[in-house]
């Protein structure tokens, strides 16, 4: 694949977005994996999922390959989808059981 | 009448009877049941009379009803008739000896509930022994062989309310079986080996075969074992003496007469075939004397009449087979008649006895029978006379025979044979002498009803009786007579081994022979005439001990096959089948069903816990594709 | 129409006549449907002509993709099980009548459209039909048991039924890969498989694979642990049913899939031969130290399948002559003695072989019939059981006389432990509270009748049968010997 970086890169080099990205999506997951309230762990997965995104559509500038920055708009209406349910879906939760304790959700356990 | 006819009326009439007797049995009168049942064995005798006396039997004949099965693919097996003069000899044994005995059987069951089913086994019997006679192919004589094992089993249990008699039942059938399974397989061999299974087929092939071939001798040694199931040779003799549960004219009939000579005529009959193995003649030879002196030495012990008299009968076919030992065939055939007629004889008289006793068996409750029951006294005397080789009965012409035929091949076989004939003399005068003679030991009330038998009991005793006397006229020995009428007969089918007979050694062994009978007479009556009640009661030691309880032969095959065969299968049943075979064959899916059990709390319902399982899944993976790169 | 399907349909549309009539029409329309059966395939049997050729063929495409058709037709292998097939179900059905107020429709729909199931498999004429029914006729079985039966049934049926469909999987993967390796699609008939050639040691890994299937639904030691549990908890009718029939579907297949792994029987021969004596012997041994009836006679099929599957490896003519007779004899005499032990326990409610002890002084009728049946397990001449038996120790004799006097050791301990039970359970002292014992009824009388009847004439007049089944073995390439 070539590897024409076009005018962007020379004043901000790929290396930077890469570092955001990883940052951003390492910022996430320590939330999901540490934070209990389930909001929070939403929003968590939202930042991962921004983290990916950025990614996409740098390397889409970088390889000059219009592919990733397509998919980015497929990721941000499934992402769209997604925060409806899964907002829904804590909504019902948090009638249920009047917590947003993401430790007891563990009701489907076997 | 042409022969075909006759073989029907030789072979049909006993099973139509049995079919009769058997479906209907329940509706007919017992005189009618009793008739129907006798014509059988009457008719197949007339017929089988009229053909001898009609048909020089120049050529065997060969009467094939229909294609029973074929083995393999062209060898048909066919339910067919053969006739030659062994054949006719025995039918004449078989019909005649059981027309009597079913005679007397009307006398004798007459008070038995079971009257028509009793007479529907004994014509099954019969057919079943027809078809083993007549067979011409081994499959058929093996149905026939199976048939009188069966009616056997069922007519030892005949009393089938009794486990004791059951069980004896079961015994001998199940022994009968392991000679069988002998049998069978030399069947077998000899199918794989001549491409058929018919007798006569067979025995011309063996022209091109030579002595002692490896081949042979494994067959007539499988042929032997089965003979020893059947004919009550060591080991297999156990079920015999147990068989006597059955009611007496079984004991006489199937465990005397016919159904124990069995054996001896398959050995008769393929006398061809066992005359090219010398080794299995020698290995008969040595059963036969063994079983000859083991039974007749059991016999001096007991005190059952009827347990003296089946050991008798074991130590008779010991005789037999010793006969055939020494390839002398047609001698054995002439043993087998004249046993058939005064064993027929001792046992239907002790039937007698124990009829006239209301069912007493034990001689130390007898005695003194003479006054009361002098016909059966008689012709019980006439058997003893007989059985113990007194000049000129029976017994005495074909037991010399065989006698002097085993000098001339085996002195020491000869030895042990005389010893056991002495023991014979022996057994045979103490169990006489201690019924009929002295004074009554058993009750007095018992005493009282002690009553002689009716004439249709007696009828056919007075008719053995006769035979038993004239029976081993029918083989004189060269010294009396020029020509021996049965081996005349036979020699067109039994090829004996010609055995030289000294004359000297033969008026010898005559001489000796009465000699030592009149001193054992002399010393039985002394010794038991008029011996008490205790006598008997005594506890036997040393070698007495060892004959009275039959050489622990029973407790031995307990302890050696029966129980361990027995807590094996109940090991199997209870532990080997559940805790080992079930556990080896479920063992993945119980290993799945435990794995699952011991991986159910991975799944914790702790999202962090799975992000991080996640995680480090991904980082494992991700390190294994880079290194792989 | 003289299609063999008309005769697999047939049970459906009785099946379908009870879902409409009402529940006391049941079992008298299962009855005539099964019955007619009978009829219909002894009508269809007296038009076959003996001959290498499969006759009223029916075949339809089924799934176009693989080519698969579904292909059935009579031919002289699948004629003695369908006749045993069909003479079993109206035992089966006259044996449940005696519970008709516990039985409801479903029961009889059930048994119908298991009558189906194995009329389809045993007419099979291609591998992936008789795969489909074999699965097939496992299912309504599965729920009869499931829905009838003693206190324990549940846990039966499930360890029957995972023994089962492990079994299938396993042929499942075999058949496939047989196809994959020949590289054909179309499945045909059976003749086709045949003629492939393919690589002793592929066929030895189908042949593992089918062994398996089949030792386990016959069943064969030492995949036989399922039968017994089965055999004593299921509803006893039905296991009339299961004993007679679909303890022959194992062995069934053995012989249908014969020729396609011959060369890997032959090399294989002794082991399994040997697995098959060691299995003989053990259950005899089992059998002669049970006391519960049903018990005893699943031990004593075991070693009877045992003898038949010994019969099948020694790949002789008469090995396989007398295992395909000795199939349909043990079969009825199975069915006889299973029906037998349900009609004792109807009426002593005591799985016990003491339990009846003295009835034949009462019963002489059933102690006549008993016996008889009891005969023929124990391969008396003249009864049906003894060709069987004789030809497959004659097989066996011809392979090493060795093994067939091991095999033979059978005749012993069957006599032992057959004679043990039918004397305690019919001898000795009466019982007391046996006297009030319902004579047998005109039902059971006829149905023991014809069993009878059977065994004694296909002991006595076997050989036309015979030549049937050695014109079935004739389709058998490969043999070693001609005995």
Known sequence: ?110 | ?629 | MDSILSLILFPLFFALLIAFLNKKYAAGIALTGSGLSLFYFLYLLSGFKNSLKVLNEFSIPWIPGIEAELHFGLDSLSIFMLLLTCLVFPIGILASMKYEEHRSKSYYILLLIGLTALLGFFSAQNDITFYVFFELALIPFYFIILMYGGSNRKKAVFKFLMFTVFGSFLMLAAIIYFHSLTGINKTSDWAMLYDMEISLSAQTWILAGIFIAFAIKSPLFPFHTWQADLYSEGDRPTIIIIAAVLSKMGLFGLLRFFNVVDDAILHYQMPLIILCLIGIIYAALVAWRQSSMSRLLAYSSLSHMGMIAAGILTASISGLQGSIFQMLSHGIVAAGLFFIVDLIMFRTNNSSIYGSAGIASTQPKLATYFFLLCLASVGLPLTSGFIGEFDILLGLANTNIYLSAIAGLSLIFGAIYTLRFYQKSMFGEMIESNNEWAPITLNEDYVLIILVILVLAFGFFPSSWLDLADQATASFVHLKSKI
Request: charged share 10%.
């Open chain 1, 1 to 110: 694949m070539e590897t024409a970086s076009p005018e962007i890169f020379s004043s901000i080099p790929l290396t930077h977005y890469i570092l955001l990205s990883t940052t951003l999506f390492v910022i996430g997951l320590i939330g999901v994996m540490v934070r209990k309230n389930i909001i929070i762990v939403f929003m968590c997965i939202e930042i991962m999922l921004n983290a990916a995104n950025l990614m996409l559509t740098a390397t889409s500038v970088y390889y000059n390959n219009p592919g990733g920055q397509i998919m980015v708009f497929f990721t941000m209406t499934v992402a769209a989808a997604e925060v409806a349910v899964g907002l829904a879906i804590i909504v019902m939760a948090f009638k249920n059981l009047n917590t947003t304790n993401i430790d007891l959700f563990n009701k489907l356990k076997g």
């Open chain 2, 1 to 629: 009448m042409n022969p075909e006819i006759l073989i029907h009326l030789i072979i049909w009439p006993t099973f139509i009877g049995f079919i009769i007797n058997g479906l209907f049995g329940s509706m007919l009168s017992k005189t009618a049941s009793g008739i129907i049942a006798c014509a059988g064995p009457l008719i197949g005798f007339l017929a089988t009379l009229y053909l001898y006396l009609t048909n020089p039997l120049l050529e065997a004949i060969n009467y094939s009803y229909y294609n029973w099965f074929s083995i393999g693919l062209a060898n048909p097996v066919n339910f067919s008739i053969y006739i030659d003069h062994l054949t006719i000899l025995m039918l004449f044994i078989v019909t005649g000896v059981g027309t009597l005995i079913h005679v007397y059987s009307i006398g004798y069951m007459h008070e038995d509930k079971g009257f028509s089913r009793f007479f529907a086994y004994l014509n099954l019997f019969l057919f079943s022994m027809l078809l083993l006679i007549t067979g011409s192919n081994l499959i058929l004589l093996f149905a026939g062989w199976e048939g009188v094992g069966l009616c056997s089993f069922l007519l030892i249990g005949f009393w089938f309310k009794n486990p004791e008699y059951n069980k004896a039942a079961r015994k001998a059938f199940v022994m009968n079986r392991i000679g069988d399974l002998g049998f069978i397989l030399g069947i077998f061999l000899l199918a794989i080996k001549f491409n058929s299974v018919d007798i006569v087929k067979i025995q011309g092939s063996f022209a091109n075969l030579s002595m002692n071939d490896p081949s042979i001798i494994l067959i007539t040694i499988l042929l032997f074992i089965g003979v020893c199931g059947k004919s009550a040779q060591i080991p297999l003799f156990t079920w015999l003496p147990d068989a006597m549960a059955g009611p007496t004219p079984v004991s006489a009939l199937i465990h005397a007469a016919t159904m124990v000579t069995a054996g001896i005529y398959l050995v008769a009959r393929m006398n061809i075939l066992f005359s090219l193995a010398p080794f299995t003649l020698n290995v008969i030879l040595f059963v036969g004397v063994a079983t000859a002196i083991i039974a007749a030495t059991i016999a001096l012990k007991q005190n059952d009449i009827k347990k003296v008299l089946a050991y008798s009968t074991v130590s008779q076919l010991g005789y037999m087979a010793s006969a055939l030992g020494v390839a002398a065939y047609s001698t054995a055939i002439f043993h087998v008649m004249t046993h058939a007629f005064f064993k027929a004889l001792l046992f239907l008289s002790a039937g007698s006895v124990i009829h006239g006793l209301h069912g007493e068996q034990d001689i130390k409750n007898m005695g003194g029978l003479k006054k009361k029951m002098f016909w059966t006294h008689l012709v019980f005397l006439i058997g003893t006379l007989a059985i113990t080789g007194c000049p000129p009965f029976a017994g005495f012409f074909s037991k010399d025979e065989i006698l002097s035929s085993v000098y001339s091949w085996n002195f020491w076989a000869f030895v042990g044979l005389s010893f056991a004939s002495i023991c014979t003399a022996w057994y045979m005068f103490r169990l006489y002498f201690s019924t009929f003679h002295g004074e009554f030991r058993g009750d007095k009330h018992v005493w009282n009803h002690v009553h002689e038998s009716s004439w249709i009991m007696l009828f056919p005793l007075v008719v053995l009786a006769i035979l038993s006397i004239l029976g081993g006229f029918a083989g004189m020995p060269e010294i009396l007579s020029e020509r021996h009428f049965l081996h005349d007969f036979l020699k067109y089918n039994v090829v004996d081994h010609t055995h030289h007979v000294n004359h000297f050694f033969e008026y010898c062994l005559w001489s000796v022979t009465v000699l030592a009978l009149a001193i054992i007479v002399w010393l039985t009556y002394n010794r038991y005439a008029k011996s008490s009640k205790e006598k008997f009661e005594l506890e036997p030691t040393g070698f007495s001990k060892l004959f009275a309880n039959k050489y622990y032969l029973d407790e031995i095959f307990a302890n050696i096959f029966t129980n361990p065969l027995k807590r094996l299968g109940s090991w199997f049943k209870n532990t080997f089948d559940s805790k080992v075979i079930d556990i080896l064959v479920q063992l993945p899916g119980n290993t799945l069903d435990k794995a699952s059990i011991e991986l159910k709390p991975i799944q914790s319902g702790n999202i962090s816990w799975y992000i991080i399982s996640i995680l480090v899944g991904l980082i494992f993976f991700a390190i294994l594709f880079l290194v792989k790169l």
